[in-house]
């Protein structure tokens, strides 16, 4: 009976063995599948944080460009179409009567050629404007809101007559460059 109970014991011995092997074989397994999942799962967290990051900046793209798109509009609505600076004078002549000011306009030589082609030309004139303190910088802010696009240059100012009848009072002279758009571009 002692050679069934070595016989039983060599047995279960190798039985133990085998099981513990393949515990081990099974763990090791186990362990380089949990690392390649955690691998794959990092791996997607950041794709998914790299996403993330490019969505937020294509959306800070689009709002940028919608707020670029508005700005744009806002110019090229406000630069007058070729030919038609006389709505400006128009204008003018209409916001120095409501500020109380006598206003001279005279169409003057270009300062600079334009360059042939271009889509943007400018057309420059002469104001004189004359009136009380007041009324003159009434008039001066006034124009600075206008919807159109022009630059004042060489601005004067000196307290004298404006013409024969109109004598004693605040005159101001300057240059307007008054930015064109091509229509046919």
Same mark, same amino acid.
């Given at each position: 009976?002692?050679?069934?109970?070595?016989?039983?014991?060599?047995?279960?011995?190798?039985a133990v063995l085998l099981v513990l092997a393949f515990?081990?074989?099974?763990?090791?397994?186990?362990? %380089?599948?949990? *690392?390649?999942?955690? =691998?794959? $799962?990092? !791996?997607?967290?950041?794709?998914?944080? /790299?996403?993330? +990051?490019?969505?937020?900046?294509?959306?800070?793209?689009?709002?940028?460009?919608?707020?670029?798109?508005?700005?744009?509009?806002?110019?090229?609505?406000?630069?007058?179409?070729?030919?038609?600076?006389?709505?400006?004078?128009?204008?003018?002549?209409?916001?120095?009567?409501?500020?109380?000011?006598?206003?001279?306009?005279?169409?003057?030589?270009? %300062?600079?050629? *334009?360059?042939?082609? =271009?889509? $943007?030309? !400018?057309?420059?004139?002469?104001?004189? /404007?004359?009136? +009380?303190?007041?009324?003159?910088?009434?008039?001066?802010?006034?124009?600075?809101?206008?919807?159109?696009?022009?630059d004042i240059e060489n601005i004067k100012m000196s307290?004298?007559?404006?013409?024969?009848?109109?004598?004693?009072?605040?005159?101001?002279t300057f240059d307007v460059k008054l930015y064109q758009?091509?229509?046919?571009?």
């Amino acid at each position: 009976m002692n050679k069934i109970k070595k016989k039983f014991v060599i047995n279960v011995s190798v039985a133990v063995l085998l099981v513990l092997a393949f515990l081990y074989l099974g763990m090791k397994y186990l362990v %380089k599948e949990i *690392e390649t999942s955690s =691998a794959q $799962i990092v !791996s997607g967290k950041q794709a998914v944080y /790299v996403q993330n +990051a490019k969505n937020a900046q294509l959306s800070e793209s689009k709002k940028q460009d919608e707020e670029m798109s508005l700005e744009m509009n806002k110019v090229s609505e406000s630069v007058v179409d070729k030919g038609k600076a006389v709505v400006f004078i128009e204008d003018v002549e209409n916001v120095a009567r409501e500020d109380r000011v006598k206003l001279k306009i005279k169409a003057s030589d270009s %300062k600079g050629k *334009e360059a042939a082609g =271009a889509a $943007i030309t !400018s057309s420059y004139f002469n104001f004189t /404007v004359g009136g +009380a303190f007041d009324d003159v910088m009434l008039f001066l802010g006034t124009m600075e809101n206008f919807k159109y696009y022009f630059d004042i240059e060489n601005i004067k100012m000196s307290f004298g007559d404006f013409d024969e009848f109109d004598k004693n009072m605040i005159v101001l002279t300057f240059d307007v460059k008054l930015y064109q758009k091509d229509g046919q571009k």
